[in-house]
């Protein structure tokens, strides 16, 4: 964890400057990630969350990156890790907001897994997904996202795999928030993840994050010409409205896609503290340990 935290200790609102650190980002220019960091950034200060109530945690990626560029505590976890790390801390402290964050290697190749069964689960963190279509940080790998034909120096002669559709599968693993969006549409973007973090149970936030460097296929302007705006009358409860969407936009929708209204993980496990180990009274009483050691007698 980021010791550095800095605390908001006046009761004054939070504003964006509460959210900054004086690091400045080493992504290249024009990253779709400095987009994510700064809508972000602006949905905690439009919670008017304190810094110190806050955690995020990363994977690796350049994307991972982004734990360390704003102050919160911060957590720069493993490559496809960031989930498993990140429903430790909720369950260790659930008075914290979670926040994990990482590319779409990391949460749909290595991480592949973790990300399914954190969506079953249903724990209270919300996801951002920082997809590029690429692997950025070990300089342009194909990945789980490329599309069909993508060349690299992975597959020179152009992936032959189907790409994985990350609504699509958010769906059939039961995850109870599903949004999609696109760093190029920043207020969009900061109104997407600020309903996801408001959403009480696991949220998905895909966004479509163009990586300049190594994505030559996918960019800005490829998005712009085939990302479609959900209309004002879709309604977001509706599961088979919402694999329709995905079908006919080729899973280029962007807005809140789905949403349902379940009991989050810690509300259904029994004997759960509902409150900070560092709160809990961990003392085992004197019978139950005299019992306990009875049996290595
Ligand atoms: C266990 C493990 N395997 C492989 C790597 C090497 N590695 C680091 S980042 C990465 C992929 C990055 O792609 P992505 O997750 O899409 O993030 P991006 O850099 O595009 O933001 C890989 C394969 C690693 N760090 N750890
Ligand atoms: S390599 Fe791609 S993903 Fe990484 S910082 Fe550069 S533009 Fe962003």
């Not at 809140?256 to 259904?268: G, S």
Request: with cysteine.
């Amino acid at each position: 964890m980021a010791i550095s935290v800095q605390e908001k200790k006046t009761p004054s609102a939070i504003t964006l400057k509460d959210y900054k650190v004086n690091i400045r980002p080493n992504w290249c220019p024009g990253c779709g990630d400095f987009s994510v960091l700064m809508a972000l950034q602006k949905s905690l200060t439009a919670l008017q969350l304190n810094p110190k109530d806050v955690a995020v945690v990363a994977g690796i990626g350049c994307s991972g990156r982004i734990s360390g560029y704003l102050n919160a505590y911060g957590f720069h976890s493993l490559h496809g890790r960031a989930l498993a790390t990140a429903q430790g801390i909720k369950l260790a402290n659930p008075e914290l907001t979670v926040i994990a964050a990482g590319g779409d290697g990391d949460a749909f190749a290595i991480g592949m897994s973790q990300t399914i069964h954190a969506m079953r689960r249903n724990m209270d963190i919300t996801y951002i997904v920082m997809d590029n279509q690429v692997y950025g940080l070990t300089k342009g790998q194909t990945s789980p996202r490329s599309s069909e034909g993508f060349k690299t120096s992975s597959t020179p002669y152009g992936s032959v795999e189907q790409p994985v559709h990350p609504v699509q599968l958010a769906l059939s693993a039961n995850a109870t928030f599903i949004a999609q969006g696109f760093s190029s549409e920043q207020d969009e973007l900061q109104e997407l993840i600020r309903k996801a973090i408001e959403h009480k149970g696991f949220s998905l936030v895909n966004v479509f994050s163009p990586c300049v460097t190594y994505n030559k296929v996918n960019t800005y302007d490829w998005f712009r010409q085939h990302v479609v705006q959900l209309p004002e009358t879709y309604d977001p409860h509706d599961k088979g409205a919402a694999l329709q969407a995905v079908h006919d936009t080729n899973g280029l929708c962007l807005g809140v896609i789905y949403e349902e209204d379940r009991p989050p993980y810690d509300e259904l496990i029994p004997g759960y503290a509902h409150k900070p180990y560092f709160h809990a009274d961990l003392q085992l009483p004197t019978e139950l340990f005299e019992e306990a050691m009875a049996e290595f007698q």
